[in-house]
C-alpha cells in the first residue's frame, strides 16, 4: 500500500520559512509524480508543487514560483517542499500526495495523499 508520511509546517511571520518533507513507500513503480497540493478551509485544493522522479522536472503553481523550492532524495523516497517568503495568502493544510501515471499538472487529483499538514503564516 502506498504510504505517505508528512512532517514539517508550523507558524512563521510573513516573509519567513518553512520546509515540508515527506516519506514515501509502497509506491509500484520507480517512477512516479510526487508533491503537495494545499487546502484552505472552505476553498478547493489547489495544487502547489510536484516532480517528477524520473526525471527530476519540477512543477510550481503560479503564486509560488521563486518562493517554494521542491527536491528529493531518491534514496530515501523523500521529497522536501522548501518555501520562503512566505506570504498570508500561504497559509493551508498541506497535503502531500502522489500517483503514478497523472502528470503533475494534476497534482489536486493524485491518487494517493498523506495526512496533511498545517502550514501557517502569522503576523
Known amino acids: 500500500q502506498v504510504q505517505l508520511v508528512e512532517s514539517g509546517g508550523g507558524l512563521v511571520q510573513p516573509g519567513g520559512s518553512l520546509r515540508l518533507s515527506c516519506v514515501a513507500s509502497?509506491?509500484?513503480?520507480?517512477?512516479?509524480?510526487i508533491g503537495w497540493f494545499r487546502q484552505a478551509p472552505g476553498q478547493e485544493r489547489e495544487g502547489v508543487s510536484c516532480?517528477?522522479?524520473?526525471?527530476?522536472?519540477?512543477h510550481y503553481t503560479d503564486s509560488v514560483k521563486g518562493r517554494f523550492t521542491i527536491s528529493r532524495d531518491s534514496a530515501k523516497r523523500t521529497v522536501y517542499l522548501q518555501m520562503n517568503n512566505l506570504k498570508p495568502e500561504d497559509p493551508a493544510v498541506y497535503y502531500c500526495?502522489?500517483?503514478?501515471?497523472?502528470?503533475?499538472?494534476?497534482?489536486?487529483?493524485?491518487?494517493?495523499w498523506g495526512q496533511g499538514n498545517q502550514g501557517t503564516v502569522s503576523s
Open positions: 509502497g509506491i509500484s513503480s520507480d517512477y512516479y509524480y
Open positions: 516532480i517528477r522522479t524520473s526525471d527530476g522536472s519540477t
Open positions: 500526495a502522489t500517483d503514478v501515471n497523472l502528470p503533475c499538472i494534476y497534482i489536486s487529483h493524485f491518487g494517493s
